[in-house]
């Protein structure tokens, strides 16, 4: 699973450069997400789905949910008396992401509200969802405590977030590696699509990126009872388990 940079010509970027970036890679993105992946990537989204905890009638909610292929996994463990809310800032992913709910056939998958708006400001009440998942989304926010606050904030007493991102390693080896794979495979594959430019620094913000340790002190830190961070494939993924 690759997903982009919140970097781009090695300066951050604002929120609306960062709307406009995903919005331009929306059409293909599920596409790169399998070929790049070998589509392991549904595999790590399965597992970040179990870890969060979600279950038949849960209000459950995907923060950046993209194309929606964990608001999607989360229909399924809910069910029809479930709801699932998929929230994202661009607004072709969720055009995407509706595009694909609309071609499925199970009733679960009506249960699925599509909502465009800011990790950092979750339009919820307290304490309203069973459980949240964030797929590749964490890494690419401006204010990584903010978000973790917020979704503290939405999420009931008890209940988990699982956050799905790519590893920090402070082993030398898996971060060459993961180095090695976007120089010579993600870069190349993307230009095929004229987006070389767009997963270009996406080794640059796995740098800038948390470990797994800094991110389980991140979570306790704004209020989160429990954290751990499971390395998957490798170590090359990650998912963080937090429960409020």
Same mark, same amino acid.
Request: hydrophobic share 40%; glycine share 8%.
């Given at each position: 699973?690759?997903?982009?940079?919140?970097?781009?010509?090695?300066?951050?970027?604002?929120?609306?450069?960062?709307?406009?970036?995903?919005?331009?890679?929306?059409?293909?993105?599920?596409?790169?997400?399998?070929?790049?992946?070998?589509?392991?990537?549904?595999?790590?989204?399965?597992?970040?789905?179990?870890?969060?905890?979600?279950?038949?009638?849960?209000?459950?909610?995907?923060?950046?949910?993209?194309?929606?292929?964990?608001?999607? &996994?989360?229909?399924? /463990?809910? %069910? *029809?008396?479930?709801?699932?809310?998929?929230?994202?800032? +661009?607004? $072709?992913? @969720?055009?995407?992401?509706?595009?694909?709910?609309?071609?499925?056939?199970?009733?679960?998958?009506?249960?699925?509200?599509?909502?465009?708006?800011?990790?950092?400001?979750?339009?919820?009440?307290?304490?309203?969802?069973?459980?949240?998942?964030?797929?590749?989304?964490?890494?690419?926010?401006?204010?990584?405590?903010?978000?973790?606050?917020?979704? &503290?904030?939405?999420? /009931?007493? %008890? *209940?988990?977030?699982?956050?799905?991102?790519?590893?920090? +390693?402070? $082993?030398? @080896?898996?971060?060459?590696?993961?180095?090695?794979?976007?120089?010579?495979?993600?870069?190349?594959?993307?230009?095929?699509?004229?987006?070389?430019?767009?997963?270009?620094?996406?080794?640059?913000?796995?740098?800038?990126?948390?470990?797994?340790?800094?991110?389980?002190?991140?979570?306790?830190?704004?209020?989160?009872?429990?954290?751990?961070?499971?390395?998957?494939?490798?170590?090359?993924?990650?998912?963080?388990?937090?429960?409020?």
């Amino acid at each position: 699973m690759i997903t982009l940079s919140p970097c781009c010509n090695f300066r951050p970027i604002c929120a609306n450069e960062r709307q406009a970036l995903f919005n331009r890679i929306a059409p293909v993105y599920d596409n790169l997400n399998d070929l790049l992946s070998l589509g392991q990537h549904r595999i790590w989204k399965r597992m970040a789905v179990s870890w969060s905890g979600a279950k038949m009638g849960h209000r459950v909610l995907d923060v950046c949910c993209g194309s929606g292929d964990l608001a999607l &996994l989360l229909s399924e /463990k809910v %069910g *029809s008396n479930g709801k699932v809310i998929g929230l994202d800032f +661009s607004e $072709e992913q @969720l055009s995407v992401a509706a595009s694909r709910q609309n071609s499925r056939t199970k009733n679960c998958f009506t249960n699925i509200e599509w909502v465009e708006g800011d990790a950092l400001d979750l339009p919820f009440d307290d304490g309203w969802f069973d459980a949240i998942t964030m797929g590749y989304g964490l890494r690419n926010v401006v204010d990584k405590r903010k978000a973790m606050q917020e979704i &503290l904030r939405v999420l /009931k007493a %008890g *209940s988990r977030v699982s956050i799905l991102d790519f590893n920090k +390693s402070n $082993e030398l @080896l898996t971060s060459s590696i993961t180095e090695l794979l976007i120089d010579n495979i993600v870069v190349p594959v993307a230009s095929v699509y004229g987006l070389s430019e767009d997963y270009r620094y996406l080794k640059s913000s796995i740098r800038e990126f948390l470990t797994g340790k800094e991110l389980e002190e991140l979570a306790l830190e704004v209020g989160f009872s429990t954290a751990r961070h499971y390395e998957i494939s490798g170590g090359l993924m990650g998912c963080l388990v937090a429960k409020r």
